[in-house]
């Protein structure tokens, strides 16, 4: 099984969220994280350092800048048909996403 991690992040860094988030996803399995946002290739850099982590998606556009719930949840639903769980941090950026997933 593979788990897809959505980071949160604010295009410069990781939160810590995403870290305990990527934590729960390796005891289901296989861990990708999805780093989206505008500029945030150091972020991705960073997630591919976390533990677990066996693979990393980047998507950089200028509509991922401020982590829209309207703007990710189309990017989620079209990755979804190749992952078994999709995670969010419990954050108000997770819980504002993945209902609209």
Same mark, same amino acid.
């Given at each position: /099984? ?16 995403? !870290? ?7 005891? !289901? #399995? ?6 989206? %946002?505008? #500029? ?11 533990? #677990?982590?066996?693979?990393? !998606? ?8 401020? %982590? ?9 639903? #079209? ?6 769980? /999709? ?10 996403? /993945?209902?609209? !997933?």
């Amino acid at each position: /099984m593979t788990a897809l991690v959505l980071a949160e992040h604010d295009n410069a860094s990781l939160k810590p969220s995403t !870290l305990n988030t990527v934590a729960a996803a390796a005891k !289901l #399995g296989r861990v990708t994280v999805l780093v989206a %946002g505008e #500029g945030c290739r150091p972020v991705a850099e960073a997630a591919a350092k976390i533990t #677990g982590v066996g693979k990393v !998606l980047l998507a950089e556009a200028a509509e991922y800048a401020h %982590g829209l719930a309207e703007n990710l949840a189309p990017l989620l639903a #079209g990755l979804a048909a190749n992952y078994s769980h /999709m995670l969010a941090p419990a954050t108000n950026f997770g819980k504002n996403v /993945m209902p609209k !997933l």
